[in-house]
């Protein structure tokens, strides 16, 4: 655990539909509508309003915060998990808008635009400043994905899909952070988390 002061590994991921794949093997995927537990834990730090789901996958959290009183947009390149995320927010009986992107070619996130952004597990340092940039002053950045000790766990094992040490804290030094964690955790997964302020 550290004080205080992205390229989502993309496990599974079919070329010709956009869906997700292990080492170019099909594989069936229980899709969970849980949201991330980190969310759910900081959830009162997040100032009401608009938000942006970065790589949104299946829409487990761009549902939870739906069901929270927020107005969600969310992107991914998959056109199945948008499908999907829109049918959970269905069943949930909310409302979400979810478009099918590419976020790594020239996808711009809106500037001055957000109360909230949020990705997990999708690192695209190009993003960065994107995401910096489509907060309004006051917003907030919720982000967690691997760090380089995932390696040793299992996937992600490629170094431009995992953070470096502080790597994450690093990168919104020029907000206020509100909480950090970086390190490995129960299951044997390593991760960074951060929720900082855009001041």
């Given amino acids: 655990m550290i004080g205080c002061k992205g390229e989502r590994f993309v496990v599974e991921r ?3 539909d956009r869906h997700f794949l292990m080492s170019n093997t099909p594989r069936i995927r229980k899709i969970s509508s849980r949201p ?6 900081n959830i009162k730090l997040l100032p ?8 949104m996958g299946t829409g487990r959290n761009a549902v939870y915060l739906a069901k929270m009183g927020f107005n969600v947009e969310g992107v991914d390149i998959s056109s199945k998990a948008v499908s999907d995320a829109l049918e959970l927010a269905l069943k949930a009986g909310v409302a979400i808008r979810a478009e099918t992107a590419d976020l790594e070619a020239q996808y711009n996130i809106k500037r001055n635009s957000y109360d909230v952004i949020i990705c997990f597990y999708y690192l695209q340092r190009s993003l960065i400043a994107q995401i910096k940039d489509g907060l309004k002053e006051g917003g907030v950045v919720v982000y967690e994905t691997y760090i380089v000790d995932q390696a040793k766990f299992g996937r992600p094992k490629n170094s431009n899909y995992l953070l470096g040490h502080n790597e994450l804290l690093d990168m919104f030094r020029d907000f206020r952070c509100l909480h950090y964690s970086e390190g490995i955790m129960e299951d044997r997964k390593a991760i960074a988390s951060i929720v900082a302020e855009k001041v």
């Fill in 14 to 16: 079919h070329l010709k």
């Fill in 36 to 41: 991330a537990q980190f969310l759910v834990d």
């Fill in 48 to 55: 009401e309003g608009r938000v942006f789901d970065v790589a």
